[in-house]
């Protein structure tokens, strides 16, 4: 089992719809979790980071976090073709004192 | 802003050749980090320094080295290139210490090893 998963898609969603991506982690004991948006042919930047059970919102971004079932979800609201690119869900586990990358979500948001 | 810079875009490179790889951040970010990227795999770390002289070994340090003399700078070194280190190599900086901060990646150096 991988420590981070992520479906790899593509995930095809109408523009204006909502994009719901996942993420499930291995450790039990990882404190904070972050997506990371990468378009192709260029580097990763970061989204939004969470670190408490629950949802945390910044603009069409909702990042959710479930550390009992250890998994965490970015929605994407109101989707635009320019949100097309792949999601990098990164975890901090709780041992190695690094980050853990998923392979990444390839969304891609049709006019 | 921000800017982290790695030496090359594109690098080739013979089986057997010593290659480096060179990143400098100009934010004077405590941490440093170098990834590869390949297809379906996503970033997989291979050695990170959370201090200037300090390293310590990621997922996938084998045939790889680093160095961190100086605060800014970060390089990989592949002691002997073989055809499976062919990826795309990406080095990030983050304010640190320790992993609860936003990285910021350079361009990325694309090695094709023959």
């Known amino acids: 089992q991988k420590e981070v998963e992520q479906n790899s898609g593509p995930l095809s969603v109408p523009e204006g719809a909502i994009a719901s991506l996942n993420c499930t982690y291995s450790d039990r004991g990882s404190q904070s979790f972050f997506w990371y948006r990468q378009y192709s042919g260029k580097s990763p930047e970061l989204i939004m980071f969470?670190?408490?059970?629950g949802d945390k919102e910044d603009g069409r971004f909702t990042a959710q976090l479930n550390k009992a079932s250890q998994y965490v979800s970015l929605l994407i609201r109101d989707s635009q073709p320019s949100d097309s690119a792949t999601y990098l869900c990164?975890?901090?586990?709780?041992?190695?004192?690094?980050?853990?990358f998923g392979g990444g979500t390839r969304v891609l948001v049709k006019p | 802003d921000v800017k982290v810079t790695q030496s090359s875009r594109y690098l080739v490179k013979r089986t057997g050749e010593k290659v480096f790889l060179e990143c400098v951040q100009d934010m004077d970010h405590e941490n440093m980090f170098w990834y590869r990227q390949d297809p379906g795999l996503g970033l997989r770390l291979i050695y990170f320094s959370y201090d200037v002289k300090m390293k310590e070994k990621g997922d996938i340090p084998e045939g790889y080295s680093v160095s961190r003399e100086k605060k800014e700078r970060f390089s990989l070194i592949l002691e002997s290139a073989s055809t499976n280190q062919t990826s795309m190599y990406l080095c990030?900086?983050?304010?640190?210490?320790?992993?609860?901060?936003?990285?910021?990646f350079g361009p990325g150096t694309r090695l094709t090893v023959t």
């Open positions: 990164a975890v901090n586990m709780a041992a190695g004192n690094k980050l853990t």
């Open positions: 969470i670190y408490s059970n």
């Open positions: 990030a900086s983050s304010q640190g210490p320790g992993p609860d901060y936003e990285q910021y």
